[in-house]
T-cell receptor, first 113, second 114 residues
Framework: GEDVEQSLFLSVREGDSSVINCTYTDSSSTYLYWYKQEPGAGLQLLTYIFSNMDMKQDQRLTVLLNKKDKHLSLRIADTQTGDSAIYFCAETYYQTGANNLFFGTGTRLTVIP | DTEVTQTPKHLVMGMTNKKSLKCEQHMGHRAMYWYKQKAKKPPELMFVYSYEKLSINESVPSRFSPECPNSSLLNLHLHALQPEDSALYLC?????????????FGPGTRLTVL
């Protein structure tokens, strides 16, 4: 089975950069995703990276992928209090004709004003 | 319309009740999903529908019964649930089930079973 690991907690000061790390297991994952979940809400897709890329930048978000080490990271520049949430990485796995998501354990980001 | 809607937002039910959760999307997506999320845990896949046909059932107990009446709607019928079934139930949709199709999630239904 899949095992996607993340650190449980991260605290940063407002204005600093946040780096959330993820290690995944399925080397055949073609896409890797980052989702954000605010308290009591559903999941919001933030960004994704294709497995043949090693970096993707999208405004304040930078995704780095080290496929050899199966390590994924999400950097949030100039972190704001509105960024406080739980962040899930997700790998794709193939099952019975479908590519499904398997989520990491989630990292709770707290931004200190 | 680029969102997935779910009703009700909250549901409290007894173990002998029958209730249904509803999910709707009007993005023309042909794949729809049900996930279960317990507190402080990641979402776990329950069911996948592709072109209105059930393609994946992740060994979910029969007290959960999914239904896809048309390409825009996904229901989850609940019967004889247990207190441990209390969780946030999330619906998602994607263009289809192929690789690279981002899943868009609804806000969820928070279910409490007494």
């Amino acid at each position: 089975g899949e095992d996607v690991e993340q650190s449980l907690f991260l605290s940063v000061r407002e204005g600093d950069s946040s780096v959330i790390n993820c290690t995944y297991t399925d080397s055949s994952s073609t896409y890797l995703y980052w989702y954000k979940q605010e308290p009591g809400a559903g999941l919001q897709l933030l960004t994704y990276i294709f497995s043949n890329m090693d970096m993707k930048q999208d405004q304040r978000l930078t995704v780095l992928l080290n496929k050899k080490d199966k390590h994924l990271s999400l950097r949030i520049a100039d972190t704001q209090t509105g960024d406080s949430a739980i962040y899930f990485c997700a790998e794709t796995y193939y099952q019975t004709g479908a590519n499904n998501l398997f989520f990491g354990t989630g990292t709770r980001l707290t931004v200190i004003p | 319309d680029t969102e997935v809607t779910q009703t009700p937002k909250h549901l409290v039910m007894g173990m002998t009740n029958k209730k249904s959760l509803k999910c709707e999307q009007h993005m023309g997506h042909r794949a729809m999903y049900w996930y279960k999320q317990k507190a402080k845990k990641p979402p776990e896949l329950m069911f996948v529908y592709s072109y209105e046909k059930l393609s994946i059932n992740e060994s979910v107990p029969s007290r959960f019964s999914p239904e896809c009446p048309n390409s825009s709607l996904l229901n989850l019928h609940l019967h004889a649930l247990q207190p441990e079934d209390s969780a946030l139930y999330l619906c998602a949709s994607s263009q289809d089930v192929g690789s690279g199709n981002e899943q868009f999630f609804g806000p969820g239904t928070r279910l409490t079973v007494l």
